[in-house]
């Protein structure tokens, strides 16, 4: 499918993912940009496995230490360095930043770089939950953040499997996909979220066909969706 049409519920007011990587522009941020870590289920269990980290390894109770993926770059053809990361993770613990991602990484008392590749991340007190925050903090590109100021928040700039193309406020968000992209390429070549505050509005553009994936169907619909031949519900 060349367009997969999608329908979401809110506009995300943002697409800075240290702003709102939760809520209306969690789905869509997750297409645009990417953690360290991430959690996936394997065999019933939770495990956190890399992305841009390709090792990572807890070296003494204090201290994590990552190994970056090599040859990852973002949309705007920056390399993804240990800078980059720190300079995420920095901005985001900065109080006049006020980020709500702060909460995930708090206990982050400093962070080393070592060359391109490497960074320690070291902790205030010793503890295993850093890992799992992380997973929670996309990484962004310092670069585009002190070039585009304000229009960071309409024009992202990740590492994923698709960039933004254009954000309408209160109507739609266009992606591509990212062609140099390191992992498995995206299956479509667009994604285009039409924001659809009213449910029945939502639910009603998919019955018709007009999106392809419509988010958030209320609970008293879901069994209209699931005896819909044509449709299918995941939760």
Known sequence: RRVLFR????????????????????????????????????????????????EFENIDEYTWKFTLRE????????PLTAESVKFTLESILDPEFNSPLSQWIKDIDEIITEGDLV??????????????????????????????GEEFNVKPVGTGPYRIVEYKPNNSVEL????????????????KFMIMPE????????????VHIAENIPSDKIEEVKNDPNLDVYV
Do not use: C, M
Not at 24 to 33: A, E, F, K, M, R
Not at 71 to 78: A, D, E, I, K
Not at 199 to 210: K, P
């Open 71 to 78: 040859g990852v770059t973002f949309h705007n053809g920056v």
């Open 119 to 148: 960074l320690y991340i070291k902790t205030k007190t010793p503890t295993r939950g850093l890992i799992g925050g992380l997973a929670q903090v996309p990484i962004v590109e310092p670069g585009a953040v002190e070039e585009l």
């Open 7 to 54: 329908s979401t519920g809110a506009d995300p007011t943002s697409l800075d993912p240290r702003k709102t990587w939760s809520g209306p522009g969690y789905s869509i941020n997750s297409h645009i940009l990417e953690p360290l870590v991430f959690r996936e289920i394997k065999d019933g269990k939770v495990e956190i496995v890399g992305v841009l980290a390709e």
């Open 199 to 210: 449910n029945a509005v939502r639910l009603a553009a998919l019955q018709r066909g007009d």
């Open 176 to 191: 591509e996909r990212f062609e140099k992209y390191w992992g498995k390429p995206g299956v479509n070549e667009r994604i």
